[in-house]
Nanobody, 122 residues
Framework: QVQLVESGGGLVQAGGSLRLSCVVSGSIFSSIAMGWYRQPPGKQRELVGA???????KYVDSVKGRFTISRDNAKNTAYLQMNSLKSEDTAVYYC????????????????WGQGTQVTVSS
């Protein structure tokens, strides 16, 4: 059974940084793609970005140049480094494991983390 545990959310001022972590168990982490999503208040969940098994990445335009997705296969962990945070980045952030990733698109699997709240104060 695949399980994902997220951590690293919190309250930060605009312009600040946070790093989210997602630890995956029950799967061969090095062979799977990972996605990061967020759900702003009152809105639908949206893709933030994804990383393939070999490290290729994609990001939505709104976070390009500010957010970085990485992975540490030895630790079965994916990261979302968020810099220059804006109030519109406020959301619950979710990781997703073993989605279908083509390099240009990421379709999520049924394996989700529990979500972690990120609040950016202006």
């Amino acid at each position: 059974q695949v399980q994902l545990v997220e951590s690293g959310g919190g309250l930060v001022q605009a312009g600040g940084s946070l790093r989210l972590s997602c630890v995956v168990s029950g799967s061969i982490f090095s062979s799977i793609a990972m996605g990061w999503y967020r759900q702003p208040p009152g809105k639908q969940r949206e893709l933030v970005g994804a990383i393939g098994r070999y490290g290729s990445r994609k990001y939505v335009d709104s976070v390009k140049g500010r957010f970085t997705i990485s992975r540490d296969n030895a630790k079965n962990t994916a990261y979302l480094q968020m810099n220059s945070l804006k109030s519109e980045d406020t959301a619950v952030y979710y990781c997703n494991a073993n989605g279908a990733y083509s390099g240009s698109d990421y379709v999520p699997s049924r394996y989700w983390g529990q979500g972690t709240q990120v609040t950016v104060s202006s």
